[in-house]
Protein backbone atom coordinates (compact mmCIF):
# COMPACT_ATOMS: atom_id res chain seq x y z
CA UNK A 1 0.00 0.00 0.00
CA UNK A 2 2.24 2.51 -1.01
CA UNK A 3 -0.19 5.85 -0.90
CA UNK A 4 -1.75 4.97 2.09
CA UNK A 5 -4.84 7.12 1.35
CA UNK A 6 -3.83 9.50 -1.49
CA UNK A 7 -6.47 8.25 -3.61
CA UNK A 8 -8.55 10.32 -1.80
CA UNK A 9 -10.00 13.99 -2.80
CA UNK A 10 -7.96 16.83 -1.32
CA UNK A 11 -11.08 18.05 1.30
CA UNK A 12 -10.94 15.18 2.66
CA UNK A 13 -7.85 14.76 3.66
CA UNK A 14 -8.19 18.13 5.21
CA UNK A 15 -11.50 17.06 6.93
CA UNK A 16 -9.63 13.55 8.15
CA UNK A 17 -6.64 16.14 9.23
CA UNK A 18 -8.38 18.57 11.03
CA UNK A 19 -10.40 15.80 12.72
CA UNK A 20 -7.83 13.52 14.14
CA UNK A 21 -4.31 15.42 13.69
CA UNK A 22 -3.02 17.63 16.52
CA UNK A 23 -1.05 19.58 14.81
CA UNK A 24 2.76 21.16 16.29
CA UNK A 25 2.50 25.13 16.58
CA UNK A 26 -0.95 25.72 14.79
CA UNK A 27 -3.67 27.27 15.62
CA UNK A 28 -5.81 23.66 15.63
CA UNK A 29 -9.52 25.61 15.70
CA UNK A 30 -8.16 27.10 11.83
CA UNK A 31 -7.61 23.76 10.39
CA UNK A 32 -11.83 23.12 10.00
CA UNK A 33 -12.19 26.12 8.08
CA UNK A 34 -9.34 26.12 6.16
CA UNK A 35 -7.66 22.69 5.62
CA UNK A 36 -4.04 22.30 6.09
CA UNK A 37 -1.81 22.29 2.42
CA UNK A 38 -0.94 18.34 2.06
CA UNK A 39 2.31 17.80 0.53
CA UNK A 40 2.88 15.08 -1.33
CA UNK A 41 6.06 14.82 -3.10
CA UNK A 42 9.55 16.55 -3.85
CA UNK A 43 12.53 16.40 -6.04
CA UNK A 44 15.50 18.78 -5.25
CA UNK A 45 13.76 22.39 -3.87
CA UNK A 46 10.61 22.01 -5.31
CA UNK A 47 7.50 20.02 -3.21
CA UNK A 48 3.98 19.15 -4.87
CA UNK A 49 0.93 19.22 -3.25
CA UNK A 50 -2.36 17.79 -3.56
CA UNK A 51 -3.60 19.78 -5.77
CA UNK A 52 -0.79 19.50 -7.93
CA UNK A 53 0.91 23.24 -7.30
CA UNK A 54 4.31 23.13 -7.86
CA UNK A 55 6.14 24.65 -4.79
CA UNK A 56 9.41 26.10 -3.92
CA UNK A 57 10.34 25.31 -0.64
CA UNK A 58 12.78 27.86 0.54
CA UNK A 59 12.71 26.87 4.03
CA UNK A 60 14.13 23.24 3.14
CA UNK A 61 10.94 21.37 4.92
CA UNK A 62 11.63 22.94 8.60
CA UNK A 63 15.74 24.09 8.24
CA UNK A 64 16.55 20.54 7.04
CA UNK A 65 16.41 19.21 3.89
CA UNK A 66 19.55 20.59 2.66
CA UNK A 67 20.85 17.95 -0.02
CA UNK A 68 17.21 18.48 -1.44
CA UNK A 69 14.08 16.05 -2.07
CA UNK A 70 14.11 12.82 -3.80
CA UNK A 71 17.72 11.91 -3.36
CA UNK A 72 17.27 7.70 -3.78
CA UNK A 73 20.47 6.98 -2.40
CA UNK A 74 19.25 7.57 0.89
CA UNK A 75 16.43 5.52 0.77
CA UNK A 76 18.34 2.46 -0.90
CA UNK A 77 20.62 2.74 1.87
CA UNK A 78 17.32 2.82 4.59
CA UNK A 79 15.79 -0.30 2.65
CA UNK A 80 18.94 -2.15 2.92
CA UNK A 81 19.36 -1.75 6.42
CA UNK A 82 16.29 -2.49 7.56
CA UNK A 83 16.35 -5.57 6.13
CA UNK A 84 19.88 -6.29 7.84
CA UNK A 85 18.76 -4.70 11.22
CA UNK A 86 16.28 -2.83 11.22
CA UNK A 87 16.63 -1.92 15.07
CA UNK A 88 18.96 -2.61 18.16
CA UNK A 89 19.78 -0.56 21.51
CA UNK A 90 23.45 0.79 22.06
CA UNK A 91 22.55 0.31 25.72
CA UNK A 92 24.31 -1.94 28.19
CA UNK A 93 27.49 -2.38 26.03
CA UNK A 94 26.18 -3.20 22.71
CA UNK A 95 26.64 -0.91 19.59
CA UNK A 96 26.30 -1.84 15.48
CA UNK A 97 27.89 -0.89 12.62
CA UNK A 98 25.68 2.19 11.55
CA UNK A 99 26.31 3.65 14.88
CA UNK A 100 29.71 3.24 15.00
CA UNK A 101 30.41 4.47 11.66
CA UNK A 102 28.50 7.84 12.08
CA UNK A 103 30.41 8.66 15.41
CA UNK A 104 34.05 8.06 13.93
CA UNK A 105 32.30 10.11 10.95
CA UNK A 106 31.19 13.35 12.93
CA UNK A 107 34.61 13.00 15.01
CA UNK A 108 36.55 13.53 12.01
CA UNK A 109 33.87 16.69 11.02
CA UNK A 110 33.60 18.24 13.69
CA UNK A 111 36.20 20.97 14.98
CA UNK A 112 38.52 20.54 17.68
CA UNK A 113 38.43 17.47 19.82
CA UNK A 114 34.90 17.22 19.70
CA UNK A 115 35.22 13.66 19.36
CA UNK A 116 32.08 11.85 20.95
CA UNK A 117 28.88 11.47 20.37
CA UNK A 118 25.75 11.01 22.30
CA UNK A 119 22.84 10.59 20.18
CA UNK A 120 19.59 11.50 20.73
CA UNK A 121 16.13 11.32 17.94
CA UNK A 122 16.11 14.90 17.44
CA UNK A 123 17.53 17.87 18.38
CA UNK A 124 15.35 18.85 21.43
CA UNK A 125 16.24 15.55 22.87
CA UNK A 126 19.91 16.45 22.50
CA UNK A 127 19.94 19.70 24.15
CA UNK A 128 18.04 17.67 27.24
CA UNK A 129 21.16 15.26 27.19
CA UNK A 130 23.00 18.38 27.14
CA UNK A 131 21.14 19.61 30.19
CA UNK A 132 21.89 16.86 31.91
CA UNK A 133 24.95 16.41 31.05
CA UNK A 134 27.02 19.65 31.76
CA UNK A 135 25.30 19.46 35.19
CA UNK A 136 26.73 15.93 35.45
CA UNK A 137 30.50 17.23 34.05
CA UNK A 138 30.59 19.82 37.02
CA UNK A 139 28.92 17.36 39.86
CA UNK A 140 31.54 14.98 38.74
CA UNK A 141 34.39 17.67 39.10
CA UNK A 142 33.45 18.67 42.92
CA UNK A 143 31.62 21.36 42.15
CA UNK A 144 28.08 20.32 42.23
CA UNK A 145 26.81 24.28 42.47
CA UNK A 146 27.30 24.96 39.17
CA UNK A 147 24.21 24.18 37.70
CA UNK A 148 22.68 27.38 35.89
CA UNK A 149 22.48 27.17 32.36
CA UNK A 150 22.58 30.63 30.28
CA UNK A 151 20.93 31.39 27.30
CA UNK A 152 18.97 34.25 25.22
CA UNK A 153 15.75 35.53 25.35
CA UNK A 154 13.76 34.39 21.72
CA UNK A 155 16.56 31.65 21.24
CA UNK A 156 14.82 28.32 19.67
CA UNK A 157 16.80 24.87 21.32
CA UNK A 158 13.36 22.35 21.20
CA UNK A 159 10.18 21.95 22.29
CA UNK A 160 10.76 19.21 25.06
CA UNK A 161 10.61 20.37 28.76
CA UNK A 162 14.56 21.21 28.54
CA UNK A 163 14.83 22.36 25.12
CA UNK A 164 11.62 24.70 25.11
CA UNK A 165 13.19 26.16 28.54
CA UNK A 166 16.77 26.73 27.31
CA UNK A 167 15.04 28.49 24.69
CA UNK A 168 13.80 32.13 25.45
CA UNK A 169 10.22 32.06 23.79
CA UNK A 170 7.81 33.33 26.14
CA UNK A 171 4.60 31.55 24.53
CA UNK A 172 6.34 29.01 24.89
CA UNK A 173 6.72 28.94 28.16
CA UNK A 174 3.42 30.18 29.34
CA UNK A 175 2.21 27.08 28.58
CA UNK A 176 2.88 24.25 31.02
CA UNK A 177 5.16 25.67 34.00
CA UNK A 178 8.56 26.81 32.32
CA UNK A 179 11.05 27.56 32.79
CA UNK A 180 12.61 24.86 34.85
CA UNK A 181 14.64 25.97 37.70
CA UNK A 182 18.37 27.40 36.79
CA UNK A 183 18.07 28.72 33.49
CA UNK A 184 19.03 32.67 32.72
CA UNK A 185 18.30 34.17 29.92
CA UNK A 186 19.57 37.33 28.79
CA UNK A 187 18.73 39.44 25.52
CA UNK A 188 19.11 38.78 22.28
CA UNK A 189 21.55 40.82 19.42
CA UNK A 190 18.26 41.76 17.22
CA UNK A 191 19.38 45.22 16.56
CA UNK A 192 16.45 46.04 14.37
CA UNK A 193 13.63 45.47 16.88
CA UNK A 194 15.71 46.23 20.20
CA UNK A 195 18.75 48.79 18.95
CA UNK A 196 17.21 51.84 20.18
CA UNK A 197 19.38 54.71 19.41
CA UNK A 198 22.62 52.67 19.70
CA UNK A 199 24.33 51.84 16.36
CA UNK A 200 24.52 48.13 15.67
CA UNK A 201 28.27 47.80 16.70
CA UNK A 202 27.41 49.50 20.13
CA UNK A 203 24.38 47.17 20.62
CA UNK A 204 26.03 44.27 19.14
CA UNK A 205 28.76 45.20 22.43
CA UNK A 206 26.12 45.46 24.98
CA UNK A 207 24.06 42.75 24.50
CA UNK A 208 27.42 40.14 24.55
CA UNK A 209 28.87 42.21 28.13
CA UNK A 210 25.02 40.72 29.28
CA UNK A 211 26.93 37.48 29.99
CA UNK A 212 29.42 38.53 31.55
CA UNK A 213 27.31 40.94 34.06
CA UNK A 214 24.80 37.38 34.28
CA UNK A 215 27.98 35.43 35.38
CA UNK A 216 28.75 38.13 37.79
CA UNK A 217 25.62 38.65 39.58
CA UNK A 218 24.90 34.83 39.81
CA UNK A 219 28.87 33.85 40.67
CA UNK A 220 30.96 32.36 38.21
CA UNK A 221 30.51 29.30 40.45
CA UNK A 222 26.81 28.80 40.23
CA UNK A 223 27.20 28.79 36.05
CA UNK A 224 27.57 25.27 34.73
CA UNK A 225 27.35 26.85 30.74
CA UNK A 226 25.93 29.22 28.37
CA UNK A 227 24.54 28.00 25.26
CA UNK A 228 23.44 29.55 22.00
CA UNK A 229 22.53 29.32 18.43
CA UNK A 230 25.79 30.74 16.20
CA UNK A 231 22.90 32.62 13.70
CA UNK A 232 19.39 32.56 15.56
CA UNK A 233 17.45 30.81 13.49
CA UNK A 234 13.25 30.20 14.78
CA UNK A 235 13.77 33.40 16.68
CA UNK A 236 13.74 35.29 12.75
CA UNK A 237 17.53 34.46 11.30
CA UNK A 238 18.71 37.38 13.60
CA UNK A 239 22.16 37.59 12.68
CA UNK A 240 23.73 39.81 14.88
CA UNK A 241 26.21 42.71 14.97
CA UNK A 242 30.56 41.90 13.71
CA UNK A 243 31.19 43.23 17.23
CA UNK A 244 29.09 40.75 19.24
CA UNK A 245 30.80 37.19 18.98
CA UNK A 246 34.55 38.55 19.65
CA UNK A 247 33.32 40.10 23.25
CA UNK A 248 31.25 36.68 23.98
CA UNK A 249 34.32 34.65 22.89
CA UNK A 250 36.69 36.21 25.08
CA UNK A 251 34.37 36.41 28.48
CA UNK A 252 33.45 32.45 27.51
CA UNK A 253 37.86 31.95 27.37
CA UNK A 254 38.06 34.09 30.72
CA UNK A 255 35.75 32.41 32.90
CA UNK A 256 35.04 29.05 33.99
CA UNK A 257 31.92 27.76 32.23
CA UNK A 258 30.87 25.85 29.47
CA UNK A 259 29.93 26.83 25.90
CA UNK A 260 27.10 24.72 24.19
CA UNK A 261 26.61 25.25 20.26
CA UNK A 262 23.46 24.65 19.34
CA UNK A 263 24.28 23.68 15.71
CA UNK A 264 20.75 22.29 14.58
CA UNK A 265 20.58 24.49 12.06
CA UNK A 266 23.67 26.34 11.71
CA UNK A 267 25.51 22.34 11.04
CA UNK A 268 25.91 20.67 7.77
CA UNK A 269 26.52 23.33 5.79
CA UNK A 270 24.27 26.19 6.24
CA UNK A 271 26.57 28.59 6.68
CA UNK A 272 28.82 27.33 3.94
CA UNK A 273 31.26 26.09 6.50
CA UNK A 274 30.28 22.79 8.16
CA UNK A 275 29.61 23.97 10.79
CA UNK A 276 28.34 27.56 12.25
CA UNK A 277 31.00 28.00 14.65
CA UNK A 278 33.83 27.78 12.41
CA UNK A 279 31.89 30.67 10.50
CA UNK A 280 32.52 32.32 13.75
CA UNK A 281 36.07 31.19 15.17
CA UNK A 282 34.16 29.47 18.09
CA UNK A 283 35.37 26.13 19.96
CA UNK A 284 32.43 25.04 21.65
CA UNK A 285 32.43 22.53 24.39
CA UNK A 286 29.41 20.62 22.95
CA UNK A 287 27.22 21.23 19.98
CA UNK A 288 23.73 20.16 19.45
CA UNK A 289 22.70 18.36 16.02
CA UNK A 290 20.06 17.13 14.17
CA UNK A 291 18.31 18.42 10.90
CA UNK A 292 20.83 18.93 8.30
CA UNK A 293 22.71 15.97 10.24
CA UNK A 294 20.03 13.71 8.10
CA UNK A 295 19.04 15.96 5.78
CA UNK A 296 15.52 15.25 7.49
CA UNK A 297 15.57 11.62 5.97
CA UNK A 298 15.19 9.97 9.19
CA UNK A 299 14.45 11.43 12.62
CA UNK A 300 18.46 11.96 14.33
CA UNK A 301 19.90 14.44 16.60
CA UNK A 302 23.04 14.42 18.91
CA UNK A 303 25.95 16.46 21.45
CA UNK A 304 28.59 16.23 19.77
CA UNK A 305 31.27 16.16 23.28
CA UNK A 306 34.50 17.62 23.54
CA UNK A 307 37.29 14.68 25.40
CA UNK A 308 37.63 17.23 28.43
CA UNK A 309 34.08 16.52 28.75
CA UNK A 310 33.90 12.81 27.93
CA UNK A 311 36.79 11.86 29.72
CA UNK A 312 34.49 12.62 32.96
CA UNK A 313 31.78 11.77 31.86
CA UNK A 314 33.77 7.92 31.32
CA UNK A 315 34.17 8.12 34.86
CA UNK A 316 30.80 6.78 36.08
CA UNK A 317 27.48 5.54 34.26
CA UNK A 318 25.47 8.54 33.09
CA UNK A 319 21.90 7.15 33.23
CA UNK A 320 20.39 8.74 30.58
CA UNK A 321 19.58 7.37 26.92
CA UNK A 322 16.97 6.93 24.63
CA UNK A 323 15.60 4.05 23.41
CA UNK A 324 16.31 4.91 19.41
CA UNK A 325 20.14 6.93 20.63
CA UNK A 326 22.10 5.93 17.42
CA UNK A 327 18.84 3.86 15.56
CA UNK A 328 21.00 2.19 13.24
CA UNK A 329 18.57 2.80 9.91
CA UNK A 330 19.01 6.72 10.92
CA UNK A 331 22.32 6.46 11.29
CA UNK A 332 22.86 5.14 7.94
CA UNK A 333 21.00 6.89 6.23
CA UNK A 334 22.54 9.81 7.77
CA UNK A 335 26.26 8.69 6.89
CA UNK A 336 24.62 8.33 3.29
CA UNK A 337 23.92 11.78 3.84
CA UNK A 338 27.17 13.05 4.83
CA UNK A 339 29.16 11.00 1.67
CA UNK A 340 26.42 12.73 -0.29
CA UNK A 341 27.37 16.26 0.54
CA UNK A 342 31.44 15.48 0.70
CA UNK A 343 31.04 13.74 -2.56
CA UNK A 344 28.71 16.61 -4.41
CA UNK A 345 31.04 18.96 -2.33
CA UNK A 346 27.65 20.46 -1.42
CA UNK A 347 29.55 22.69 1.64
CA UNK A 348 31.36 24.05 -1.30
CA UNK A 349 28.84 25.05 -3.49
CA UNK A 350 26.93 27.18 -0.35
CA UNK A 351 30.50 29.54 0.32
CA UNK A 352 31.58 29.54 -3.03
CA UNK A 353 28.44 29.61 -5.28
CA UNK A 354 24.77 29.22 -3.92
CA UNK A 355 25.37 32.09 -1.03
CA UNK A 356 27.26 34.75 -2.62
CA UNK A 357 24.46 34.49 -5.70
CA UNK A 358 21.61 34.79 -3.16
CA UNK A 359 23.12 37.43 -0.62
CA UNK A 360 23.69 39.94 -4.09
CA UNK A 361 19.25 39.26 -4.33
CA UNK A 362 18.20 38.70 -1.29
CA UNK A 363 20.03 42.14 -0.07
CA UNK A 364 18.14 43.69 -3.23
CA UNK A 365 14.75 43.49 -1.06
CA UNK A 366 15.56 46.14 0.85
CA UNK A 367 14.68 48.26 -1.88
CA UNK A 368 11.16 46.94 -1.76
CA UNK A 369 8.43 49.52 0.28
CA UNK A 370 7.61 47.33 2.56
CA UNK A 371 11.21 45.49 3.56
CA UNK A 372 13.39 47.59 5.93
CA UNK A 373 17.18 45.38 6.67
CA UNK A 374 17.52 42.18 5.03
CA UNK A 375 19.82 39.55 6.68
CA UNK A 376 21.75 36.83 4.99
CA UNK A 377 24.10 34.52 6.29
CA UNK A 378 25.17 31.69 3.66
CA UNK A 379 22.10 30.04 2.90
CA UNK A 380 19.75 31.37 5.72
CA UNK A 381 18.15 34.48 5.44
CA UNK A 382 15.01 37.29 6.51
CA UNK A 383 13.92 40.37 5.85
CA UNK A 384 12.22 42.70 8.82
CA UNK A 385 8.59 44.41 7.42
CA UNK A 386 8.08 47.80 8.48
CA UNK A 387 5.99 50.52 7.93
CA UNK A 388 8.45 53.28 8.24
CA UNK A 389 11.83 52.33 7.39
CA UNK A 390 13.88 55.33 8.54
CA UNK A 391 12.73 54.93 12.00
CA UNK A 392 12.66 51.09 11.96
CA UNK A 393 9.00 51.42 13.28
CA UNK A 394 7.37 48.50 14.48
CA UNK A 395 3.15 47.85 12.99
CA UNK A 396 1.01 49.46 14.93
CA UNK A 397 -1.20 46.27 14.29
CA UNK A 398 -0.81 42.96 16.43
CA UNK A 399 2.80 41.52 16.28
CA UNK A 400 2.27 39.20 13.37
CA UNK A 401 -0.36 40.35 11.62
CA UNK A 402 1.76 41.53 8.41
CA UNK A 403 4.12 38.85 8.47
CA UNK A 404 0.85 36.37 8.15
CA UNK A 405 -0.56 38.33 5.47
CA UNK A 406 2.86 38.14 3.23
CA UNK A 407 3.00 34.59 3.92
CA UNK A 408 -0.41 33.73 2.80
CA UNK A 409 0.58 35.89 -0.17
CA UNK A 410 3.88 33.34 -0.52
CA UNK A 411 1.64 30.19 -0.50
CA UNK A 412 -0.49 31.86 -2.62
CA UNK A 413 2.38 32.10 -5.08
CA UNK A 414 3.92 28.39 -4.31
CA UNK A 415 6.66 29.86 -2.31
CA UNK A 416 7.27 28.91 1.39
CA UNK A 417 8.56 31.80 3.53
CA UNK A 418 7.68 31.54 6.70
CA UNK A 419 7.54 34.42 8.90
CA UNK A 420 8.07 34.80 12.57
CA UNK A 421 6.06 38.01 13.81
CA UNK A 422 7.08 40.35 11.09
CA UNK A 423 10.08 39.63 10.00
CA UNK A 424 10.29 36.62 6.77
CA UNK A 425 13.18 33.81 6.94
CA UNK A 426 14.13 31.69 4.37
CA UNK A 427 16.67 28.81 4.22
CA UNK A 428 16.23 26.54 0.99
CA UNK A 429 17.75 23.90 0.26
CA UNK A 430 21.80 23.91 -0.09
CA UNK A 431 21.70 22.30 -3.48
CA UNK A 432 19.53 25.47 -4.24
CA UNK A 433 20.75 27.05 -8.05
CA UNK A 434 21.21 30.24 -9.45
CA UNK A 435 18.10 30.12 -11.73
CA UNK A 436 16.11 28.66 -8.61
CA UNK A 437 17.29 31.35 -6.47
CA UNK A 438 16.12 33.94 -9.16
CA UNK A 439 12.60 32.04 -8.95
CA UNK A 440 12.79 32.21 -5.06
CA UNK A 441 13.49 36.44 -5.23
CA UNK A 442 10.89 36.79 -7.69
CA UNK A 443 7.97 35.30 -6.04
CA UNK A 444 9.34 36.95 -2.91
CA UNK A 445 8.92 39.96 -4.58
CA UNK A 446 5.61 39.70 -6.33
CA UNK A 447 4.79 38.03 -2.95
CA UNK A 448 5.56 41.29 -0.96
CA UNK A 449 3.95 43.68 -3.42
CA UNK A 450 0.80 41.70 -3.04
CA UNK A 451 1.13 42.08 0.92
CA UNK A 452 1.70 45.68 0.62
CA UNK A 453 -1.30 46.47 -1.80
CA UNK A 454 -3.60 44.57 1.34
CA UNK A 455 -1.64 46.51 3.93
CA UNK A 456 -2.38 49.70 2.41
CA UNK A 457 -6.05 48.86 1.62
CA UNK A 458 -6.40 47.44 5.12
CA UNK A 459 -5.19 50.81 6.63
CA UNK A 460 -2.49 48.49 8.28
CA UNK A 461 0.93 50.63 7.03
CA UNK A 462 0.68 52.05 10.10
CA UNK A 463 3.97 52.96 12.28
CA UNK A 464 3.59 51.92 16.38
CA UNK A 465 2.87 55.01 18.14
C1 LIG B 1 14.81 22.71 15.47
C2 LIG B 1 15.77 23.12 16.52
C3 LIG B 1 15.90 22.39 17.70
C4 LIG B 1 15.00 21.24 18.04
O1 LIG B 1 15.17 20.16 17.19
P1 LIG B 1 14.00 19.07 17.07
O2 LIG B 1 14.59 18.04 16.17
O3 LIG B 1 12.80 19.78 16.51
O4 LIG B 1 13.73 18.56 18.43
C5 LIG B 1 16.88 22.75 18.59
N1 LIG B 1 17.68 23.80 18.34
C6 LIG B 1 17.59 24.52 17.22
C7 LIG B 1 18.54 25.64 16.99
C8 LIG B 1 16.61 24.23 16.28
O5 LIG B 1 16.47 24.97 15.20
Known amino acids: MPHILNHLPTEELQALDAAHHLHPFTAQGGLTTKGARVIKSGEGVWLTDSEGHRILDAMAGLWCVNIGYGRNELADVAARQMKELPYYNTFFQTTHVPAIALSAKLAELAPGDLNHVFFAGSGSEANDTNIRAVRHYWSMMGKPEKQVIISRRNAYHGSTLGGASLGGMIPMHEQGGLPIPNIHHIGQPNWWAEG ?18 AVDEMGEDKVAAFIAEPFQGAGGVIIPPDSYWPVLKRILDERDILFIADEVICGFGRTGNWFGS ?12 AK ?35 HPVASA ?3 ENLRIMEEERIVD ?3 DVAAPYMREKWESLTEHPLVGEAKIVGLMGSIALTPEKASRAAFAAAPGTAGFITRERCFANNLIMRHVADRMIIAPPLVITPDEIDVLVARAWKSLDEAHQRLKDEGLMVAKG
Open 196 to 213: GEMTPEEFGLARARELEE
Open 278 to 289: QALGLQPDIMTI
Open 292 to 326: GLSSGYQPIGGSLVSSKIANVLAEDEFNHGYTYSG
Open 333 to 335: VAL
Open 349 to 351: HVR
